[in-house]
T-cell receptor
């Protein structure tokens, strides 16, 4: 079992819709979770971090964390073509090592 | 505040050679981590340096090494390059009081 799992996609949504990206992790002791966005040929860019159960909102983005289910999600409201990218879920392991999922490719169609 | 910078941005080497990559963290950040990204394996942790000390190391062979200088700039070295070392090498820096890592633009290494 991989430590961090994401559906590779691609996830296709129409412009203006809500995109829902999901991630599960195996280490029940994990406390810190991050979503990064990576455009093709570029480096990962931080979108959000989340540490507590529940929802955390930042503009059009909402991260959701459920530690009991070992599940993290990212919702993107009013999706735009510029949101088309690979979304990486990362979980902080011991020390400050980040363990990444394989990423979900999101395509927003205009 | 300037972001993380990495040099060079692109590099072509041949098998058996060695390579040194450089990373300058965000001003004030003392933690620097290195990651390798490949299409097959995704993003994988190489090592972390803090105040010139390696704090954590990933599951990579000894050909991969690094160091950090007193100004927090870091270098990583790969010796005896193999074709499989072709990858995007990413450096990330972190502030002392934060768990958030910010990535540089990366160095794309091609081994022929």
């Amino acid at each position: 079992q991989k430590e961090v799992e994401q559906n590779s996609g691609p996830l296709s949504v129409p412009e203006g819709a809500i995109a829902s990206l999901n991630c599960t992790y195996s280490d029940r002791g994990s406390q810190s979770f991050f979503w990064y966005r990576q455009y093709s040929g570029k480096s990962p860019e931080l979108i959000m971090s989340i540490y507590s159960n529940g929802d955390k909102e930042d503009g059009r983005f909402t991260a959701q964390l459920n530690k009991a289910s070992q599940y993290v999600s990212l919702l993107i409201r009013d999706s735009q073509p510029s949101d088309s990218a690979t979304y990486l879920c990362a979980v902080k392991a011991y020390g400050n090592k980040l363990v990444f999922g394989a990423g979900t490719i999101l395509r927003v169609k205009s | 505040k300037a972001g993380v910078t990495q040099t060079p941005r692109y590099l072509i080497k041949t098998r058996g050679q060695q390579v040194t990559l450089s990373c300058s963290p965000i001003s004030g950040h003392r933690s620097v981590s290195w990651y390798q990204q490949t299409p097959g394996q995704g993003l994988q942790f190489l090592f972390e340096y803090f105040s010139e000390t390696q704090r954590n190391k990933g599951n990579f062979p000894g050909r991969f090494s690094g160091r950090q200088f007193s100004n927090s700039r870091s270098e990583m070295n790969v010796s005896t390059l193999e074709l499989g070392d072709s990858a995007l090498y990413l450096c990330a820096s972190r502030a002392d009081i934060s768990e958030t890592q910010y990535f540089g633009p990366g160095t794309r290494l091609l081994v022929l």
